[in-house]
């Protein structure tokens, strides 16, 4: 039976994601720079956290739990400013059907 310990797997994509912003970073403006630096200063600070805890072996799932629910409010206020500058329309049924399927 392989071993399917994934160990500190969590914390590799924010890193990443770190990377790959510092690379575009004069490309990101105004409130989308802030947005992505709290982002993802938050997502490593909280898998180091649960990265720790696994290690001491204390329960850390409601930690995602908490982490998923702050993530969704998050990109919802985010998105909402967006819609409500009209910078984005909102995508209803019925504008995809009439876009992509062609009735």
């Known amino acids: 039976m392989p071993n399917l310990n994934l160990g500190n797997s969590d914390t590799y994509m924010p890193l990443l994601a770190l990377v ?36 001491q072996k204390v329960p850390n799932l409601y930690l995602y739990h908490f982490y998923t629910w702050f993530e969704l409010i998050g990109f919802v206020f985010y998105h909402y400013g967006d819609i409500r500058q009209k910078k984005r329309r909102i995508l209803s049924p019925d504008h995809f059907v009439h876009n992509f399927c062609g009735y």
């Not at 490309?27 to 630096?37: A, D, I, S």
Request: net charge positive; proline share 0%; no cysteine.
């Open 20 to 55: 790959v912003l510092i690379y575009v970073w004069k490309f990101v403006h105004g409130l989308e720079k802030k947005f992505l630096l709290l982002y993802i200063a938050g997502s490593l600070f909280t898998f180091a956290i649960t990265n720790i805890l696994r290690y």
